[in-house]
């Protein structure tokens, strides 16, 4: 007899945050607290919060930078099962790329122990996830 898996489904947003120093372009990643993932910063949406400001908003919260959207690069799509409340949760992630407006201090969280701001290349052999590694290479032709 096959058992009925609860599911729910969670959207988030999610930001490719750079800076370009002359020809070189930097890109910030954030280490997820008590786990050792590296990942782009994102967030989930809240009520009545469109997607753009979702993204702004927990750029922010993650990493303390003041950000404007420029374009949407795509979505990831993954599945997972979390022991903590067992259930089998469908995530989808918006992912955005993001000028910054302000910079302020990094202050690590309940979420987040640590930012950094990494090359293109580091980051892709820091990214934790491959699906994040596409969704960064997707977002450089329109980094101008």
Known sequence: MEENVERKKIISAGGILFWKNGKEIFVCIVKRKGKNVWILPRGRVETNENMENTVVREVKEE??????????IGVIKYNYYSPFDRLFYDKEVHFYLLKITKHEKFVPNQEIQ????????????????EKEKEILLKALKYIS
Do not use: E, N, P
């Open 114 to 129: 640590d930012m950094k701001w990494v090359s293109i290349q580091d980051a892709l052999s820091i990214l934790s996830y």
């Open 63 to 72: 990493t303390g930078v003041i950000s404007k959207v420029i374009r949407k």
